[in-house]
């Protein structure tokens, strides 16, 4: 595959969804994310080779369970020690960046897309697309989203069904659409 060019598409100010490179790495990924869902559901066999061919980078010791998704999978970096619960999707148009010793919850998603705002871009299915930085400790709640373009500091919670659209510092706790802090969390 050629991702350094599919990467350069989607580097633009304006990605052209209907570019046939990305339509084909996106055919990639679903292939071999579907193969990867089907051992485990079927075989009960966590082969992480399927995932290492996709991701950009796989840490020590991950832990993905079955029905994962991803657009692209080469914008997704893992560190060590990451947990993916059931049903995380990940709309990697630009990088998605986890730390160590991360924990998302079921159902969650992460989204680095978004239509263009332009109607005139809108109709030829233009969109735009910034990356997500998830950093060391953080936990996800079930059913969270998180939008283009945030950060998640170190050590944070974010409760479940949040709507993450701005960076949340390190060491909080925070709930609600859209995400806020709650509290500390104290050391």
Same mark, same amino acid.
């Given at each position: 595959? =050629?991702?350094?060019?599919?990467?350069?598409?989607?580097?633009?100010?304006?990605?052209?969804?209907?570019?046939? !490179?990305?339509?084909?790495?996106?055919?990639?990924?679903?292939?071999?994310?579907?193969?990867?869902? +089907?051992?485990?559901?079927?075989?009960?066999?966590?082969?992480?080779?399927?995932?290492?061919?996709?991701? @950009?980078?796989? #840490?020590?010791?991950?832990?993905?369970?079955?029905?994962? +998704? *991803?657009?692209?999978?080469?914008?997704?970096?893992?560190?060590?020690?990451?947990?993916?619960?059931?049903?995380? $999707?990940?709309?990697?148009?630009?990088?998605?960046?986890? #730390? +160590?010793?991360?924990?998302?919850?079921?159902?969650? $998603?992460?989204?680095?897309?978004?239509?263009? $705002?332009?109607?005139?871009?809108?109709? $030829?299915?233009? *969109?735009?697309?910034?990356?997500?930085?998830?950093? !060391? #400790?953080?936990?996800? #709640?079930? +059913? &969270?989203?998180?939008?283009?373009?945030?950060?998640?500091?170190?050590?944070?919670?974010?409760? &479940? @069904?949040?709507?993450?659209?701005?960076?949340?510092?390190?060491? *909080?706790?925070?709930?609600?659409?859209?995400?806020?802090?709650?509290? =500390?969390?104290?050391?």
């Amino acid at each position: 595959m =050629k991702t350094e060019l599919i990467r350069a598409k989607l580097a633009q100010k304006s990605i052209p969804s209907k570019d046939p !490179d990305l339509l084909q790495a996106q055919q990639n990924a679903a292939q071999i994310t579907r193969l990867f869902n +089907n051992q485990v559901y079927h075989e009960n066999r966590y082969d992480y080779s399927l995932l290492h061919e996709l991701f @950009g980078k796989i #840490g020590a010791e991950p832990y993905i369970e079955p029905n994962f +998704n *991803c657009s692209f999978g080469f914008n997704i970096f893992l560190g060590n020690n990451v947990f993916f619960n059931h049903d995380v $999707t990940i709309l990697d148009y630009a990088p998605v960046t986890f #730390g +160590n010793n991360i924990n998302v919850a079921p159902k969650t $998603t992460f989204i680095t897309v978004n239509q263009a $705002t332009d109607p005139a871009l809108r109709k $030829t299915g233009a *969109c735009t697309a910034a990356p997500i930085t998830i950093e !060391d #400790g953080v936990w996800i #709640g079930a +059913n &969270a989203i998180i939008l283009p373009g945030v950060t998640i500091g170190e050590n944070t919670i974010i409760g &479940a @069904g949040a709507v993450v659209t701005h960076d949340i510092p390190k060491n *909080c706790v925070a709930v609600g659409n859209p995400a806020r802090i709650q509290r =500390k969390i104290k050391k």
